[in-house]
């Protein structure tokens, strides 16, 4: 009997608060493409080349993106296809959450990993988005990287082996991948030795199945051999700043600065000629840091001297501000032995990083001008902060200081260089905070992506570490400095795409000249429609600046200028169907073959607007 009343009650329970289910209607449209996608698969004979079926269904949506594949693959196919949809809504300025996606990856036996296909779903979303047909005859491979390219992938020779079988007649492949190099096996007397060789994909591949290699570096190029479209360029007739007023404005701070880190310089030889320091350590010698430090002084003040003749003018002010941080780390330290406490300098220097940070919160933002400068004054003014609460020892904690407030009055000096713009595109407030919080959704999408296949490869260790560490930045500032977290956020792609871009590289001296071109391509774009991109002219200086010595930094200071100039032009955004017809290489292989070898792999056009994937958080919210 109690168990019974037991189970009514526990029936009674279940009833009351059961969950229900859900029924509604919606109009839904569906739009459908199939591609075939060339992949690597093993046999008992090594590796082989298959054929994968990519379908693509696309319908209104919230910004989904679903992949089923059969068999199951090694690879992260949500990763690849989620990017290839960013990239296709970005190129055709559409909200990617306006529509759903659905991937069906079928092949005949499980593939090798490698985001291979993700330039071939890039395609395929595009041709839904602008309801275009693809050539039956032209097949590609290429992993999609977040600016548009195409980036490098394996297994070159077997994937064409089964695009020539399958019958097709034009093989898009990475730039600079036609040809491939392999081990091959040597036998010399008893001894048995492996050589790296070249080997003509092109030649083997049109020879055995008369199919044309052809290379190419971006998803509009690729798009125009599928399509026979490609995405065109709007300009403005607006007037623009030129670089001689850039540099008007840019050569007399630069002076000034000079001049006051050497007034700077001299006053801290002169403190130091007056203390007497003390001896310490072998491994931490006041003796030898502080005068080392003020040796730190004049050298970087050379520099930016030498900078400044030499018109690098943003290399010259950044220069002159890292002389002055080390002049006034004498400086501090020669008051520290004197009988100044470190609670009295931390009190001056707290002063003004509370005071800058005070102002920069209240600071306006009118236009896409002052976002930049705005922007990039808080970073500095919140990194200021960090640098004041640092731990370490004395001479450390005495360097922070210096270093925190000369970083306050960098973040002055970009607050006040807002003046001599125009601005373009009113901007208000609530629009940088919400965008600040999308673009630290998409940062952190792009880095877990950027993160797994680093961690795959063993690749890019150096730019996942500096995205995380810009990345935790946006994370905490995106509420009270949003301007601030956009840029960091930006900051956390760049780095991010390298990691992506920069997989199976050694030589990073290609892509340093490709993400060159771009920024420079991305600038005057953003010129060209009446916009001023400050922050990335600054950026491209200093990158070109520091190329010699430290590509790595280069490389990030050229990928940034490029995301910022080309997020400022995305601020319009690109109109939907907004697409030309081209003129394509139509010609059969074999006269294709007959050509000039240095026009063999020339495509009909070059263009740069693939732009970041962040562009389509900006395409549904055009600014005024």
Request: hydrophobic share 40%; net charge negative.
């Amino acid at each position: 009997m109690k168990k019974l009343f037991a189970i009514l009650i526990l029936l009674l329970f279940v009833s009351t608060n059961a969950i229900p289910v859900n029924e509604w209607k919606r109009e839904v449209f569906y739009r459908n493409i199939s591609l075939f996608a060339p992949a690597v698969a093993e046999s008992e004979d090594g590796y082989v080349g298959v054929l994968t079926e990519i379908n693509v269904t696309m319908m209104n949506g919230t910004g989904n993106v679903f992949v089923t594949t059969k068999p199951m693959t090694q690879l992260d196919m949500q990763g690849s296809a989620k990017l290839a949809v960013a990239v296709a809504c970005s190129m055709a300025g559409k909200d990617m959450k306006s529509y759903d996606f659905i991937f069906m990856v079928v092949s005949s036996s499980p593939i090798v990993g490698g985001p291979s296909a993700g330039a071939l779903m890039t395609i395929a979303v595009i041709c839904l988005l602008e309801n275009l047909s693809a050539s039956d005859d032209v097949i590609m491979t290429g992993m999609v990287n977040p600016d548009g390219s195409i980036g490098p992938v394996g297994g070159i020779l077997e994937k064409g082996s089964a695009a020539g079988s399958a019958g097709f007649k034009y093989f898009l492949v990475p730039k600079g991948q036609s040809i491939e190099y392999r081990l091959f096996e040597e036998k010399i007397g008893p001894l048995t030795i492996y050589r790296r060789k070249a080997v003509n994909v092109s030649e083997e591949l049109n020879k055995k199945y008369n199919i044309s290699v052809i290379e190419v570096e971006d998803i509009n190029e690729a798009m125009g051999y599928f399509t026979g479209y490609k995405f065109k360029e709007e300009k403005s007739d607006k007037q623009i700043i030129s670089s001689d007023f850039y540099g008007g404005i840019m050569k007399p701070m630069a002076g000034e600065i000079i001049g006051e880190a050497e007034e700077m310089y001299k006053e801290a030889e002169e403190n130091l000629s007056k203390t007497n320091l003390p001896l310490g350590w072998p491994w931490y010698n006041p003796r030898s840091i502080i005068p080392n430090s003020l040796k730190n002084a004049k050298e970087n003040l050379d520099e930016a001297k030498n900078a400044m003749y030499n018109e690098f003018y943003y290399y010259a002010i950044s220069k002159a501000f890292q002389s002055k941080i080390n002049s006034l780390f004498v400086i501090y330290a020669c008051n520290y032995y004197n009988g100044k406490k470190i609670e009295e300098i931390k009190d001056e220097v707290e002063e003004i990083v509370n005071k800058s940070i005070s102002e920069l919160r209240e600071a306006k933002i009118k236009g896409l001008e002052s976002l930049q400068c705005i922007g990039s004054a808080q970073k500095r003014v919140l990194e200021a902060e960090e640098y004041l609460n640092k731990s370490g020892g004395d001479l450390e904690i005495l360097y922070n200081f210096a270093y925190a407030r000369e970083r306050c009055y960098t973040a002055y000096w970009w607050m006040n260089l807002s003046n001599y713009f125009n601005e373009s595109y009113n901007v208000d407030e609530t629009l940088v905070k919400e965008i600040a919080e999308e673009y630290y959704s998409y940062a952190e999408d792009i880095f877990s992506y950027a993160n797994i296949l680093s961690e795959q490869t063993g690749y890019s260790s150096n730019f996942i570490n500096k995205a995380n560490e810009a990345i935790l930045r946006a994370k905490e500032q995106k509420e009270e400095f949003p301007s601030s977290s956009l840029f960091n956020s930006l900051e956390a792609i760049a780095c991010s795409n390298l990691a992506i871009e920069t997989i199976g590289i050694d030589d990073l001296s290609e892509k340093m000249n490709r993400t060159k071109e771009m920024a420079s391509y991305s600038i005057q774009k953003a010129r060209d429609m009446g916009i001023e991109p400050v922050l990335a002219i600054s950026y491209n200086e200093f990158a070109r600046s520091v190329e010699k010595n430290d590509s790595l930094n280069s490389l990030i200071y050229y990928k940034d200028a490029y995301i910022i100039a080309n997020t400022l032009c995305l601020a319009r955004g690109y109109k939907g169907g907004d697409i030309e017809k081209i003129n394509v290489i139509t010609s059969p292989p074999n006269e294709i073959k007959e050509e000039n070898q240095n026009q063999f792999f020339a495509v009909a056009f070059i263009s740069l607007i693939g732009g970041i994937v962040i562009g389509f958080l900006f395409s549904s919210r055009r600014m005024d």
